[in-house]
C-alpha cells in the first residue's frame, strides 16, 4: 500500500507542483487538493505550499486559512494526521492556531532567495524522522515576511518542550526570533518550516538533496502508523 | 450608510522594522525632533444603515478574528472616523 | 451629450483638442480624411494611442523590416510565429514550442520606480501567456545613472523591490539579467524585462477575430484610470530637465490578479475554448479591439456599458484608454462560453461578453446606446502613419573615434596590475550582484539548471524530458555610441557567446532597441545603423530575431543616452546535466583562452572605470570566430568542467569571477609575446576562458584544431590565491571581499 500525500493548491499558491514532485520522488503518491475541495480525497498526510495565497493580502495566510479545506486539515490535524506547512504554509498554520506566534516582515525589509544552512533538532515528528539530530542541511530559503515571532512565555515553552524543529545557522536571513526555522505542535504531527525542502530534491534544480528526507521522513511514518 | 474604521497596530513590543526605516529616512531627509514612528494599517467600512449594537458587535468581531492577528496586532474600532 | 457618430458627422466645425492628445495636423487630416468626417471624442482617443509612437511605431516600422525580411535561412523551419504578433515561437524539438521576447518600460520606471518595473513584468508576461504558453521564467536589464548619484538611490531599490515583488508573487523564476551603471542614463532609467513561455507546438494562440457570431469577451481586472493618457503622452515624451512636462497616470499593478489570471487562461487553452485572444497592454481596450478586429474576418460590435469598471465615473473615451492591468480580451464560439465562464469562476476572474464579431468591415462601438465609434479597425491598428525620419551621421563621432584609449596611461608593474585589478572587480559594473539577484526567487516551477552569475539562465522544459532553454541578455551603450552598427553585433555577439558557453546551442533572438528622440537625425542614424548591425549580424549567426520592442524619447532635454540595444538570446540544449556554469570547481584542472587577444580598450570597462574615457574604436566583429567557438563550446560537452565568456573587463575579470564562483583560486602564466595589461584588460571578443580535467586536454586540444580556434593554456586550478606569475598573487578572500562591498556600500 502506497502512502498518499495531498497538497493544496489556494489560489495563488506557487511551490505546490514543486511539493508533488518531492512527494513523488520521496515514493509516495501526490494528490492536488483545492482550497474549496469538501473531503481530503483519504491522504494520509496533507503538505500547505509556499506561495502567496490570495496575493498576501491582509497578512500572508489571513485570508487562506478560512478556506473550506482548511476546516478539514484542523480537523484532521487534531486526530493525528500529519501536516507540514512550508512557507505560506507555515504562515497559514499560524493564521489557524495550529502552530503558536506569528511570521511578520524580514527585518531588513528585503525579499531574501538564498541557500541556507539549518539544524535540524527534533527528529521525533512525522516530517524530520529521517535526519540525525543535530544534523546540518542546506536547503532554499526564499520570502519577504519569514521573521517568526512569539511572546517570551511561548519561546522559552517551544524550547523547553523540544518543539524547535530547525533553527537557522550564521545569520538569519530574517531576523527570526531565537532563530527558529521551524517548530511542531505539542503532538509532534503539525510542523511548520520556513525554507523550502523541496527545492532541494537534486543537484540539478537546487544546492542539493538535502531537503528530500522531509518526505522520506513522513512515508516512513505512515508505513509505519 | 455609516463608516467605520478599524486601525490596526503592532503590539508596543513587536519589533516593527519598516517604521525604523521610515525613522531612518526622516533623518535623512533633515526631519529633527521625530522620537519613533510606527506603521499599521487603516480600514474603512461602509455599513448598510445605521451602526447599531449589533453591527458593531460584528465589526468589532471582524476586527478582532480576521482584520487582526491577535498574536502580534491590537485595534481599535471607531465610529464615523474619515 | 455623447459625442456620437451622428453628432460629429452634424458637427463639422468642432474643434477637438487633438494636439493635446499626442497627434499632429497632418495626423488628424488623415483621420478625417479615413472617416469622411471629423472624428468623435472617442475615435480621437483610440486614434491618438494608437497611432503614438510606442503603439504604432511610426518612426520605426519601415526599419523594422528588415527582420522580417531578412531570416535566416537555416532559421525557416524553427520559425513557427515571427514577427508581427504579440511575441515569436520557435520550435525547440520533442513537439515544445518556445516564445519569448524582451520589452521596455523605460519612462514609468523613473516615474515611478516600483510599479514602472512591476507593470514591465505583467506586461511582458501577458504577451507570453496570449500567445498560449505557460510563462516559466523572466530576465531583467536594466541601466541607471552613476551607482552613486542620489536619483540612482531612489529609482534603482524600487525597480528592484518592483521586479522582485511582481515576478516572485507570480511564481516565475529570475533566472540572470544585467546591472549597468553610466552617467548616461541619469534621468533615462532602461529596464528592460524578458520571459519566456513554454507550450505544445500544437498549442498556438493567435490575436485574431475570426467567425461573424463569435463572443468577445474581456476578462481579468476591472478597469479604471490607470495609466490614461500613458501610452500615447508618456512614452512619447521626452523629460524636460525641469521636471516631467506631462503629468502622466502610472499604471498599478496586482501580481495576485495576474497569478490567477495565468491559471485561467492556462485551463481555458487546455480546453480548446478560444478562437482567438489578445492581452490588453498598452493602450488598452483601443488596442485589444482594433487589433482583433484587424486580423479576423470581418468586423467587431462592442458595448462599452457591458466592461467591468472599477471607477464607475469613466468617461467612454477613458474606458478606452484606460491601461489597467492584468486584463485580457478573447473571442469565444457561443457554444463555448457557459464553459469559459465556469474556468473564470472557478478562479474568480471577472469575465464580460461586451461584443461580438460581425461580417461587416468596421468596428463599432456604443455607450448608452449610441453609438460612439465607428472606424476600419486596420486603419487604427496598423495602418498608422510611416515615418521616414531623416539621418544624419552624428557631427562628433569622427573626433570620439580619433580619442583613442591607446594614449590613456596604463598599468605596468605586478602592483599595478593587481591595484586595476581589484579597483575594476569593485566597480559598480561588475561588482557582485547578489544585493539585487538574492530580492529574485530562482527556485519556483522548480526547473532552473543554471541562473545569475553563470553566463546564462536555464531551464528544463519540463520535468518530463531532460530537454532545456538558455537564455542569455546583454546590451551595451558605450560600444553602440562608438559604432552603432558594430556595437549593436557586439551586444548579439555577447548573448550568443553566453548562451554557447552554458553548453546550449543559440537557436533565435529577440531584441529591445533603447535610443533618444527619433526626431534627432543624429538619433535616427545610430538606430537605423544598429539594426541593420542585428539584421547583418542574425543571418551571418545564423538567427532569426523573432520580435521585440523599440523604446525611443529616452532623453533628457537634447541629450540622448548612449544608442542601447539589448539583445535576449535563446538557446537549446539536449540534456539540462550536461549544463556549464563558470566555476572552477575543481583542483589541478587545466585552464585555457579560447579566442585570439588584440589590444583593444575602446568603450572598454578599463578606460570607463580608470579613466572616464569613453572614445576609440570598440572592439572588431568576427562571426566566423564566434561560430566556430560556439561550435567548438558545443562539440566539447563532456570535456569541459567550465566555460566563462570574456566580455566587460576582458580575462582578468573573467577568471576573477571564475575562481569566486568555485571557490578556489588559479595558478597563471601570461603569454609572453604580450603586454601583460593587454592579456588581462582587453576586451576583444569572441574568446571564452575554460577549465579541463587533465586527461581531456588532448581531445580540447584536437576539437580546437579542427574548428580553427585559437588555444592559448594558461594554467592550473587550485589554491587559495589568484596568482599571475611574475606579476602578483591575490587572495580569493580579498578579490570577494572587493566584490562583494560594493552594493552593500551603495545600498544597504
Known sequence: MTASVGVVTFPGSLDDRDALRAIAAAGAEPISLWHKDPTLRGVDAVVLPGGFSYGDYLRCGAIARFSPVMDLIIAGAREGLPVLGICNGFQVLCEAHLLPGALTRNIDLHFQCVDQVLSIENTETAWTNGYAKGSQIVIPIKNGEGRFVASEPTLDRLEAEGRVVARYVGSSPNGSMRDIAGITNERGNVVGLMPHPEHAIDALTGPGSDGLTFFTSVVKALIAA | MTRVVVDVMLK???????????????????????????????????LDGEASPAALAQVEELAANFLSNPVIEDFVVSVGAS | ???????????????????????????????????????????????????????????????????????????????????????????????????????????????????????????????????GARPVAVMDSLRFGPASAPDTLRVLPGVVAGIGGYGNCLGLPNIGGEIVFDPSYLGNPLVNALAVGVMRTDGIKLATAPGPGNKVVLFGARTGGDGIGGASVLASATFEAEGVRKRPSVQVGDPFAEKVLIECCLEIFAADLVAGIQDLGAAGLSCATSELASAGTGGMRVVLDTVPLRDPTLAPEEILMSESQERMCAVVEPSKIPAFMEICAKWDVTATVIGEVTDGDRLDIYWRDELVVSVPPRTVAHEGPVYDRPLSRPADLDALRADDPVLLARPQSGPDLLETLLRLVASPNLADKSWVTNQYDRYVMGNTTLAMPDDAGMIRVDDSTTLGLALALDGNGRYTRLDPYSGAQLALCEAYRNVAASGAVPLAITDCLNFGSPEDPEVMWQFTEAIRGIADGCVALGIPVTGGNVSFYNQTGSTPINPTPVIGVLGVISDVHLRRS???????????????????????????????????????????????????????????????????????????????????????????????????????????????????????????????????ALGTTGGETLAVDGQFSVDIASIRAAATGTFAALFG
Not at chain 2, 21 to 30: E, K
Not at chain 3, 89 to 98: K, N, Q, R
Not at chain 3, 620 to 636: N, P, Q, R, S, T
Open chain 3, 582 to 712: 563558470i566555476a572552477f570547481s575543481a583542483d589541478g584542472e587545466q585552464i585555457f583562452l579560447l579566442g585570439a587577444t588584440r589590444e583593444e580598450f575602446g568603450g572598454s570597462e578599463w578606460a570607463h572605470v580608470v579613466h572616464g574615457h569613453l572614445g576609440g574604436q570598440p572592439p572588431l566583429v568576427e562571426f566566423d570566430a564566434e561560430i566556430a567557438l560556439a561550435g567548438l563550446l558545443h562539440e566539447a560537452t563532456g570535456v569541459l568542467s567550465a566555460a566563462h565568456d570574456l566580455s566587460d573587463g576582458g580575462l582578468a575579470q573573467a577568471l576573477a569571477e571564475s575562481c569566486l564562483r568555485g571557490g578556489r583560486g588559479a595558478r597563471i602564466t601570461l603569454p609572453a609575446d604580450v603586454e601583460p595589461f593587454v592579456a588581462l584588460f582587453s576586451e576583444s571578443a569572441a574568446r571564452a576562458v575554460v577549465s579541463v580535467p587533465s586527461d581531456r586536454v588532448g581531445q580540447l586540444t584536437s576539437l580546437a584544431a579542427a574548428r580553427g580556434v585559437p588555444l592559448l
Open chain 2, 12 to 46: 508596543p513590543e513587536i519589533l516593527d522594522p519598516q517604521g525604523q526605516a521610515i525613522l531612518g529616512a526622516l533623518g535623512r531627509l533633515g526631519k529633527s525632533g521625530v522620537a519613533s514612528v510606527r506603521q499599521g494599517k487603516h480600514f474603512e467600512i461602509e
Open chain 3, 1 to 131: 451629450m455623447i459625442d456620437s457618430v451622428t453628432h460629429a458627422a452634424a458637427t463639422p466645425d468642432v474643434v477637438l483638442p487633438f494636439a493635446a492628445l499626442g497627434l499632429k495636423d497632418d495626423e488628424y487630416a488623415r483621420i478625417v480624411d479615413i472617416l469622411g468626417r471629423r472624428p468623435t471624442l472617442c475615435e480621437l482617443a483610440m486614434y491618438s494611442v494608437m497611432w503614438s509612437e510606442h503603439c504604432s511605431y511610426k518612426s520605426s516600422k519601415r526599419h523594422l523590416r528588415q527582420f522580417a525580411e531578412r531570416i535566416p535561412v537555416q532559421a525557416k523551419d524553427i520559425l513557427l510565429v515571427g514577427m508581427g504578433e504579440n511575441a515569436g515561437v520557435v520550435d525547440v524539438g520533442e513537439g515544445f514550442a518556445v516564445t519569448f521576447k524582451a520589452e521596455s518600460h523605460n519612462h514609468p520606471s523613473y516615474v515611478e520606480p516600483y510599479q514602472g518595473a512591476a507593470t514591465g513584468v505583467g506586461g511582458i508576461v501577458r504577451d507570453i501567456l496570449t500567445m
